[in-house]
């Protein structure tokens, strides 16, 4: 059974940066494309970042320039790097996967069977 789990998360200041990793267990990470997600309360889960297994990757508007998806097979781990943080990024984000194509990768949640728990970011003013 595929397991992903987020971890890092936190608060942080308006301008500041966090990395948030995803660890799997019972699956390999070069087989699955990844996603990150987010959500706050009364709204729904946004697409945040994408990756696919040749290493293409998608970003949504609200973040490009400013965060960065990337991953490390050897270590199955798959980060979010978030750079010039604003409070509008606070959320909790998820971490997501599923087996696809290649060059398959995508914003939407409903593409994705394999979900962490969350962890929270918080972006003060």
């Known amino acids: 059974q595929v397991q992903v789990m987020e971890i890092g998360g936190g608060s942080v200041q308006t301008g500041g940066s966090l990395r948030l990793s995803c660890a799997a267990s019972?699956?390999?990470?070069?087989?699955?494309?990844m996603g990150w997600f987010r959500q706050t309360p009364g709204k729904e889960r946004e697409g945040v970042a994408s990756?696919?297994?040749?290493?293409?990757?998608a970003y949504a508007d609200s973040v490009k320039g400013r965060f960065t998806i990337s991953k490390d097979n050897a270590k199955n781990t798959l980060y979010l790097q978030m750079n010039s943080l604003k409070p509008e990024d606070t959320a909790i984000y998820y971490c997501?996967?599923?087996?696809?194509?290649?060059?398959?990768?995508?914003?939407?949640?409903?593409?994705?069977?394999?979900w962490g728990q969350g962890t929270q970011v918080t972006v003060s003013s």
């Open positions: 990756i696919a297994r040749d290493g293409t990757t």
């Open positions: 019972g699956a390999t990470y070069s087989n699955y494309f």
């Open positions: 997501a996967a599923n087996r696809g194509f290649s060059w398959r990768f995508s914003l939407s949640p409903d593409a994705y069977d394999y």
